[in-house]
């Protein structure tokens, strides 16, 4: 028995997720998952990080190596609330204010009001140097070490957190950054370079980012020094990037951008391996949070992009293609000078909370939920969480005389205006690029998504819902099956007529550059040259365009495989034209062991006993209705439930509204349709 004991608590893994009101963890033991759920702290998020994975590690009977996969919001927080590091910037004399230029993009071009997000670093701590490489590589002006030493001096009492250096056409010869870096290391602050962070074209972007990663940097060192320094915390564990890979918490130095959308990104992994297991190929991913919505379409495979912004900040890394929302449990219903209700996107977060967490007076999307009756404030967190419900309804109450509503009018439109905006984020990834949402799968989870997916479900036609096992903690879950990844770049801008003439190998020796470099640092990650799986891509245009296309490599057909791509995209080809490749991309994947997903048979429709709680009044569409409520943990797979019903469990609630039928699939899956 003790053997076996030992066995089942082999090399744990633990997934972590920091969101804006919960900090939620999940352990793989032997394919066993066990859950764990506290709130955020979010003076210090590593505290919350740190209480969540001990408190679950007490669950095993003696202490053993375990793997942690952390996602956190710390950095997306910074960018988005402007709370990071005070930088400076060191750059081409003469460019000193691409940032402030930026493009001519204009994304809100009929309002009178807008104001462009000021520059992470303002006039007065940027800096430019005399020098100049050109577009061939060729130093034209070399730096004057004497004029590094006088801005080092000045720099040093700025009393700096860290620098970020960008100079023009340092992807071709980085030469002048290293100098650069080199003499500005005396001043013992981190130093992010262009080159070593974005080797690509268009300064804009390439400066924007370095200077996001300087900017962020100092926080997510100081939060994982909290984490490292406790002895109540692991030392060895992992990162959680954007790209849905991860990587070594000692490495994040250089990738530290690449960590903002951490938590979505483990999120989308997730519901992508759960939904193909359970034979779902075309899905729209829905998170809802207690701060914002994510929503990603994977057709056939996670969609990627190199085209982000956060907080108006072009950042321009690999990353999953996710769009965000400021529309989640927390977030706040108001009204504007207009006399319209609106939703969003403040959020009451964790503190002080949504009103029937016991602290907060601003109505939220919760508030109106739990009003509502669709949230059993008994059964809150498994039970762990009492909801104040009384003062819930009185602030309810005071909110709907104000706007001259009924109560239950005012927590039903809350709960519409919510929906809108979460119906236009699908839209803006599906029917504006093209797809028709009647053709995927809903996948839903966060700790609020089954409270909304069947209603936006229907409003978008889509016909299936698909929400997890423990949906509330799905980001954690994904983080489970992260892999090492590691993504590399480089500008070339070369053009082809057609793919014959040595192309291939012309492109093949630009790849072998950044093959060495990903074999070098997959080393240090503990893979060795047989273990990584390598893809590799071609950003490709026709010759004279402004924007790219990305075109998996294959050496004899990837100029056909751009004219298919680019018809499909815009409607149009032009295959007698020349093709340009501007930028090379490779990714090195180290596969981990993943948590099994489990598969067992159907043990028929009708629901046990056990299952089933009580019957309550619930409102739809302003009207009550008799509602039964199961337990989730309950049910088996097989089991059939008609709407309206409400199904809890710890970290979520699924609403089956009337019309609607949930069956439990053989993963444990709840499949919800219409009709």
Same mark, same amino acid.
């Given at each position: 028995m003790k053997r076996k004991m030992e066995k089942h608590h082999r090399?744990?893994?633990?997934?972590?997720?920091?969101?804006?009101?919960?900090?939620?963890?999940?352990?793989?033991?032997?394919?066993?998952?066990?859950?764990?759920?506290?709130?955020?702290?979010p003076r210090n998020p590593a505290h919350a990080v740190i209480r969540g994975v001990h408190d679950i590690l007490e669950r095993l009977p003696t202490r053993q190596n375990v793997t942690i996969v952390h996602g956190s919001t710390v950095a997306t927080n910074a960018l988005l609330e402007r709370r990071g590091a005070k930088i400076a910037l060191v750059t081409t004399r003469g460019f000193e204010d691409i940032l402030q230029i930026g493009r001519q993009a204009r994304p809100s071009l009929y309002d009178f009001w807008v104001e462009r997000p000021a520059p992470l670093v303002p006039a007065e701590r940027r800096f430019g140097i005399a020098e100049r490489?050109?577009?061939?590589?060729?130093?034209?002006?070399?730096?004057?070490?004497?004029q590094l030493d006088t801005l080092a001096?000045?720099?040093?009492?700025?009393?700096l957190d860290a620098i970020a250096i960008g100079f023009l056409f340092a992807y071709v010869n980085p030469q002048n950054e290293q100098i650069a870096a080199e003499h500005l290391a005396t001043l013992n602050v981190p130093i992010s370079c262009s080159h070593e962070l974005l080797p690509e074209y268009r300064e804009y972007e390439r400066f924007s980012t370095t200077v996001a990663n300087a900017y962020i940097r100092p926080t997510l060192e100081r939060h994982l020094a909290t984490l490292t320094k406790s002895q109540r915390f692991p030392k060895a564990f992992r990162l959680m990037l954007s790209n849905g890979g991860s990587i070594s918490a000692r490495n994040f130095h250089a990738a530290g951008i690449r960590t903002v959308l951490?938590?979505?990104?483990?999120?989308?992994?997730?519901?992508?391996?759960?939904?193909?297991t359970a034979g779902y190929e075309k899905i729209i991913t829905f998170d809802m949070g207690g701060t914002s919505t994510d929503v990603s379409l994977c057709d056939g495979g996670i969609s990627m992009t190199t085209e982000s912004t956060i907080s108006g900040l072009p950042l321009k890394v690999p990353l999953i293609d996710i769009h965000t929302v400021g529309a989640g449990g927390g977030s706040i219903a108001t009204v504007d000078a207009g006399g319209a209700l609106r939703v969003g996107p403040e959020s009451a977060g964790a503190d002080p909370g949504p009103i029937c967490y016991g602290k907060g007076e601003d109505i939220t999307v919760t508030d109106a939920n739990l009003f509502l009756?669709?949230?059993?404030?008994?059964?809150?967190?498994?039970?762990?969480?009492?909801? +104040?419900?009384?003062?819930? /309804? =009185?602030?309810? $109450?005071?909110?709907?005389?104000e706007i001259g509503l009924s109560p239950v009018e005012a927590a039903d439109g809350i709960l519409k205006v919510a929906n809108a905006t979460m119906e236009r984020a699908i839209k803006v990834i599906s029917v504006e690029r093209g797809f028709d949402t009647r053709d995927f799968t809903l996948v839903s989870f966060g700790g609020a998504g089954g409270l909304h997916a069947a209603f936006l479900a229907e409003n978008l036609g889509i016909q299936t819902v698909l929400i997890p096992p423990n949906g509330g903690l799905l980001s954690a879950y994904g983080m489970l099956f992260a892999d090492v990844v590691k993504d590399y770049s480089q500008t070339v801008l070369w053009t082809f007529q057609n793919a014959t003439e040595g192309n291939g190998e012309k492109l093949n020796a630009g790849f +072998?550059?950044?093959?060495? /470099? =990903?074999?070098? $640092?997959m080393q240090m990650e503990g893979f060795a040259k047989h273990q990584l799986k390598i893809e590799?891509?071609?950003?490709?245009?026709?010759?004279?365009?402004?924007?790219?296309?990305?075109?998996?490599?294959?050496?004899?057909?990837?100029?056909?495989?751009?004219?298919a791509a680019h018809e499909q995209r815009f409607s149009y080809a032009r295959p007698e034209a020349v093709v340009e490749v501007v930028n090379l991309r490779l990714t090195a994947i180290g596969e981990t062991e993943k948590p099994a997903?489990?598969?067992?048979?159907?043990?028929?429709?009708?629901?046990?006993?056990?299952?089933?709680?009580?019957?309550?009044?619930?409102?739809?569409?302003g009207k009550s209705c008799s509602t039964d409520f199961y337990r989730r943990e309950a049910l088996r797979p097989g089991n059939e439930i008609e709407g309206p019903a409400i199904i809890t469990e710890f970290s979520a609630t699924t609403v089956v509204p009337p019309d609607f039928r949930a069956t439990v699939d053989a993963y444990r899956n709840l499949i919800l349709q219409h009709g």
């Amino acid at each position: 028995m003790k053997r076996k004991m030992e066995k089942h608590h082999r090399n744990p893994k633990i997934g972590v997720d920091t969101g804006g009101t919960f900090t939620d963890i999940v352990m793989s033991v032997d394919g066993t998952l066990m859950t764990h759920k506290v709130l955020s702290t979010p003076r210090n998020p590593a505290h919350a990080v740190i209480r969540g994975v001990h408190d679950i590690l007490e669950r095993l009977p003696t202490r053993q190596n375990v793997t942690i996969v952390h996602g956190s919001t710390v950095a997306t927080n910074a960018l988005l609330e402007r709370r990071g590091a005070k930088i400076a910037l060191v750059t081409t004399r003469g460019f000193e204010d691409i940032l402030q230029i930026g493009r001519q993009a204009r994304p809100s071009l009929y309002d009178f009001w807008v104001e462009r997000p000021a520059p992470l670093v303002p006039a007065e701590r940027r800096f430019g140097i005399a020098e100049r490489t050109l577009h061939t590589g060729a130093i034209e002006t070399p730096i004057d070490t004497a004029q590094l030493d006088t801005l080092a001096a000045h720099l040093a009492t700025l009393e700096l957190d860290a620098i970020a250096i960008g100079f023009l056409f340092a992807y071709v010869n980085p030469q002048n950054e290293q100098i650069a870096a080199e003499h500005l290391a005396t001043l013992n602050v981190p130093i992010s370079c262009s080159h070593e962070l974005l080797p690509e074209y268009r300064e804009y972007e390439r400066f924007s980012t370095t200077v996001a990663n300087a900017y962020i940097r100092p926080t997510l060192e100081r939060h994982l020094a909290t984490l490292t320094k406790s002895q109540r915390f692991p030392k060895a564990f992992r990162l959680m990037l954007s790209n849905g890979g991860s990587i070594s918490a000692r490495n994040f130095h250089a990738a530290g951008i690449r960590t903002v959308l951490s938590g979505p990104a483990g999120g989308v992994i997730g519901a992508y391996h759960v939904a193909k297991t359970a034979g779902y190929e075309k899905i729209i991913t829905f998170d809802m949070g207690g701060t914002s919505t994510d929503v990603s379409l994977c057709d056939g495979g996670i969609s990627m992009t190199t085209e982000s912004t956060i907080s108006g900040l072009p950042l321009k890394v690999p990353l999953i293609d996710i769009h965000t929302v400021g529309a989640g449990g927390g977030s706040i219903a108001t009204v504007d000078a207009g006399g319209a209700l609106r939703v969003g996107p403040e959020s009451a977060g964790a503190d002080p909370g949504p009103i029937c967490y016991g602290k907060g007076e601003d109505i939220t999307v919760t508030d109106a939920n739990l009003f509502l009756g669709r949230i059993e404030a008994t059964r809150f967190l498994g039970g762990k969480m009492q909801l +104040a419900s009384d003062a819930t /309804r =009185a602030h309810l $109450e005071t909110f709907s005389r104000e706007i001259g509503l009924s109560p239950v009018e005012a927590a039903d439109g809350i709960l519409k205006v919510a929906n809108a905006t979460m119906e236009r984020a699908i839209k803006v990834i599906s029917v504006e690029r093209g797809f028709d949402t009647r053709d995927f799968t809903l996948v839903s989870f966060g700790g609020a998504g089954g409270l909304h997916a069947a209603f936006l479900a229907e409003n978008l036609g889509i016909q299936t819902v698909l929400i997890p096992p423990n949906g509330g903690l799905l980001s954690a879950y994904g983080m489970l099956f992260a892999d090492v990844v590691k993504d590399y770049s480089q500008t070339v801008l070369w053009t082809f007529q057609n793919a014959t003439e040595g192309n291939g190998e012309k492109l093949n020796a630009g790849f +072998a550059t950044l093959l060495a /470099r =990903a074999e070098s $640092e997959m080393q240090m990650e503990g893979f060795a040259k047989h273990q990584l799986k390598i893809e590799s891509s071609l950003d490709m245009r026709y010759e004279g365009q402004s924007y790219e296309l990305n075109i998996p490599y294959l050496e004899t057909d990837f100029i056909a495989k751009f004219h298919a791509a680019h018809e499909q995209r815009f409607s149009y080809a032009r295959p007698e034209a020349v093709v340009e490749v501007v930028n090379l991309r490779l990714t090195a994947i180290g596969e981990t062991e993943k948590p099994a997903i489990r598969h067992e048979p159907p043990m028929g429709a009708k629901v046990s006993p056990d299952a089933r709680g009580a019957t309550k009044p619930v409102v739809f569409d302003g009207k009550s209705c008799s509602t039964d409520f199961y337990r989730r943990e309950a049910l088996r797979p097989g089991n059939e439930i008609e709407g309206p019903a409400i199904i809890t469990e710890f970290s979520a609630t699924t609403v089956v509204p009337p019309d609607f039928r949930a069956t439990v699939d053989a993963y444990r899956n709840l499949i919800l349709q219409h009709g």
